[in-house]
């Protein structure tokens, strides 16, 4: 090495050797200078990539929001619901891979990103299995030494893996078995009941074949090209008619659950389309699936949470009375005429309490083009009433009453009044009069959830469980006429009522099915309602 301040020293005494130690010296520096405008001309370009991602990333993200809304907004422009899904899907889809393009330009963002979703990943269930890889060291001795090492502790990560679906063959042998002193004595276990008697399925398999049709929304002939997939050949025909079976075991379940939910004090009810198959014109007609539905945990009651749907091959006033039977509690529904029949034809008809979100709804289709200042300010009058509500769900009704009654009362009186207000200035045709009008023709049942700390201010419980029959529908096209449409509301009655309950539905079926088969009491229906299986509650 060279001593400090000797380079003097060291320096050629030839002038030619000096000069030729200063072309390489600028030689180097130009060379130095080149990279360092190559790097710099890199980051620029870096940064030009990062800009343009971040803006498509929120391109993006408003064409997301934009999306979320649609379902509120003007028919015309409406995607459908399973269009909707896609839509989101593709769209986090491509604002994923743009950041994990970024995230490989820059170490940096690529820990932060790291860390943020190690955070936010949330934790695994409990119930599944473990399958634990140790990953050691090549080399286990000191670098140092070369000594043993010792554990002094782990770095522990969890992701979720699968295992692909597997089907086996279930064989069940019984011995017979005789006696060598004793002739013609020949014992032998009597053979299980089937639910298919003679067929191939077990209880699991035809309850793996109700959950994938009406809980995944995966049509029979999609279901029978999977088992194809796996040397399993198995029609789709055969699949129907092990869903016919089953369905037909389970009518006294579901019949006994309407029952007990028509025995509540409090009821949420609505209706959808279900194009049905019209098999004399060889084309499609529409039907209706009517529901009924029961959600006490807004208030704390201890009630469990149910939905019953019923076919009906219309939506006349006849088919709401059929749906609510003899039913005289408090029933939340919007402003349809046929729910009003049912009140009104009876003196102990049920009471109606008025859905707040179907008016909002009316509202916000108008307020979307930002042109109608009475529409935007009765959604923000309007969501002054829900502040309250979020503020008291889950209380006690006692408590919920008072707050409505001290803070949300004043609100409605008030906005009633200036909804008289608006409706004199405007023409009558107009659209926004006519959606006023709505709310001022349903006040009454608008404001009984403010004298009663068991409603609440909208019917969206019954919507919800209604949308997964909306995308049951999008995705089999038809149901198998009228029969077939009493078959689809039974099983999903008894899935949608698993779901809100907490219930794996494949583990419910298979036990509720191979009970029915062996004969279990109708005396004891009740201990085969869903909510039975759901998972024990922790303090």
């Known amino acids: 090495m060279r001593a400090a301040g000797n380079d003097a020293r060291e320096l050629p005494k030839s002038p030619m050797a000096l000069r030729a130690l200063l072309l390489r010296s600028w030689s180097e520096r130009d060379s130095i200078v080149a990279e360092h405008e190559k790097l710099k001309a890199q980051v620029a370009a870096l940064a030009t990539e990062r800009d343009v991602l971040a803006a498509q990333n929120e391109q993006l993200q408003a064409l997301l929001v934009k999306l979320k809304r649609m379902p509120f907004g003007p028919r015309s422009e409406r995607l459908p619901e399973d269009q909707l899904h896609f839509a989101f899907e593709e769209i986090v889809a491509t604002v994923a891979a743009n950041e994990a393009e970024a995230e490989k330009a820059s170490p940096q963002r690529r820990a932060e990103a790291t860390e943020t979703r190690r955070k936010t990943r949330g934790k695994l269930p409990a119930h599944l299995p473990r399958v634990e890889v140790v990953l050691e060291p090549s080399d286990t001795a000191c670098p140092c030494c ?126 959808t389309t279900m194009p049905v198959l019209d098999p004399g014109r060889g084309k499609t007609k529409t039907g209706f699936a009517w529901a009924i539905a029961r959600d006490d945990r807004p208030w704390g009651g201890g009630e469990p949470p149910a939905v019953v749907f019923r076919y009906a091959p219309g939506r006349g006033q006849e088919h709401a009375k059929e749906l609510l039977g003899d039913y005289a509690g408090l029933l939340q529904c ?53 502040a309250i509500e979020a503020e008291v769900r889950g209380k006690p009704p006692d408590v919920r009453r008072a707050a409505r009654r001290a803070r949300g009362k004043p609100l409605v009186e008030d906005l009633f009044r200036w909804f008289e207000a608006q409706l004199a200035r405007l023409p009558g045709r107009a659209p926004t009069a006519e959606k006023i009008r709505y709310a001022m023709n349903h006040r009454e049942g608008l404001e009984r959830f403010l004298d009663d700390g068991r409603l609440d201010i909208d019917s969206n419980v019954v919507e919800r469980c209604i949308r997964p029959v909306v995308l049951g529908r999008k995705n089999a096209l038809f149901a198998s006429g009228d029969d077939g449409g009493e078959r689809w509301t039974a099983i999903a009655s008894l899935v949608e009522t698993c779901k809100l309950n907490g219930v794996e539905p494949q583990r419910y079926f298979t036990d509720v099915l191979t009970r029915l088969v062996n004969g279990w009491p109708q005396s004891r229906i009740d201990e085969l309602m869903p909510w039975h299986w759901a998972p024990a509650k922790t303090a």
């Not at 969890?158 to 692909?164: A, M, S, T």
């Not at 909002?360 to 009433?385: C, H, M, N, W, Y």
Request: charged letters at 20%; proline letters at 6%; aromatic letters at 6%.
């Open 334 to 386: 919007d402003g349809y005429a046929a729910y009003k029949s049912v009140s009104s034809s009876r003196a102990d008809g049920p009471t109606l309490a008025f859905c707040w979100a179907h008016v909002r709804r009316e509202f916000f289709d108008l307020s979307k083009g930002g042109t109608v200042p009475i529409a935007t300010e009765a959604l923000q009058r309007i969501a002054a009433l829900y």
């Open 146 to 271: 070369r000594g043993a090492m010792v554990v002094i502790g782990h770095d522990i990560s969890d992701r979720i893996d699968v295992i692909p679906a597997q089907y086996q063959v279930l064989v069940t042998k019984r011995p017979k078995l005789a006696c060598r002193a004793c002739e013609g004595v020949v014992v032998q276990a009597p053979a299980p009941e089937r639910l298919i008697p003679g067929g191939l399925p077990t209880e699991a398999t035809v309850a793996h074949v109700l959950v994938s049709r009406y809980a995944d929304h995966l049509p029979l002939y999609r279901q029978s090209q999977i088992l194809a997939r796996q040397g399993i050949e198995i029609g789709r025909d055969t699949l129907a008619s092990w869903v016919g079976v089953a369905a037909n075991e389970l009518k006294p379940v579901v019949a006994r659950l309407r029952e007990i939910l028509l025995g509540s004090a409090r009821l949420f009810a609505d209706e």
